[in-house]
């Protein structure tokens, strides 16, 4: 089925370790996207993408890596996780302006 | 950069009763506002979206209103079940980006019988 999917979808790992996040849609949308959502703070950009090869940051990039090798594919690592980086994260992705964007159902990340 | 507030942050309605959520935007030249219904354990999901060269949208039991000059937008949900209870989003485009959003804090909706 198309559509947009993230894995895990729980996970739970220790200080210091590495982790990727996966995100891969179906849609061949040229734009993705990396939230986190956190209590009140709503829904805060991470990482975007325009295209394969072409990453920016967003608001809270600090901590993260990104890479595009291929437009339906677009992972999210915390190269050495921190506390702080307990959140529920979210991609998405939109075909284009003014387009809406196409959330998965998220990956719960807790950081012991 | 563009700042979204969304209030209130909770809303307590009775069944069949309307909801109304309102947020501002603070740059004139956003042109694109969605908004997101997102249910426990679900990642958000588009249910209306408004561009700027129309004032209200409606579908179903849900519509939007844009105040450009007030750089205000509003949701309406009329006659409200509790399938409706959920957190929603409202969203504005970042002027100048083709597609990036800064979101509201979001709106706890819950519709009680």
């Known amino acids: 089925d198309a559509g947009i999917t993230q894995s895990p979808r729980y996970k739970i790992t220790e200080t210091g370790r590495q982790v990727t996040l996966m995100c891969h849609q179906t849609?061949?949308?040229?734009?993705m996207f990396w939230y986190r959502q956190d209590l009140g703070h709503g829904l805060r950009l991470i990482y975007y993408?325009?295209?394969?090869?072409?990453?920016d940051k967003g608001e809270v990039p600090d901590g993260y890596v990104v890479s595009r090798s291929k437009t339906e594919n677009f992972p999210l690592t915390l190269e050495s996780a921190t506390r702080s980086q307990t959140s529920v994260y979210f991609c998405?992705?939109?075909?284009?302006?003014?387009?809406?964007?196409?959330f998965g159902d998220g990956t719960r990340l807790s950081i012991l | 950069g563009e700042n979204v507030e969304q209030h209130p942050s909770t809303l307590s309605v009775q069944e069949g009763d309307s909801a109304v959520i309102k947020c501002t935007y603070s740059?004139?030249?956003?042109?694109?506002f969605p908004w997101y219904k997102q249910e426990l354990g679900k990642g958000p999901q588009l249910i209306i979206d408004?561009?700027?060269?129309?004032g209200e949208k409606k579908d179903q039991r849900i519509a939007v209103t844009l105040n450009k000059t007030a750089k205000h937008f509003s949701l309406h949900i009329t006659e409200t079940q509790p399938e409706d209870s959920a957190v929603y989003f409202c969203?504005?485009?970042?002027?100048?980006?083709?597609?990036?959003?800064?979101f509201g804090t979001g709106t706890r909706l819950q519709v009680t019988l």
């Open positions: 849609w061949s949308h040229s734009y």
């Open positions: 969203a504005a485009l970042v002027p100048g980006t083709a597609s990036k959003l800064t």
């Open positions: 993408s325009a295209a394969a090869d072409i990453t």
């Open positions: 998405a992705s939109t075909g284009g302006s003014n387009q809406p964007q196409h």
């Open positions: 408004i561009r700027s060269n129309v």
């Open positions: 740059d004139s030249a956003s042109n694109y």
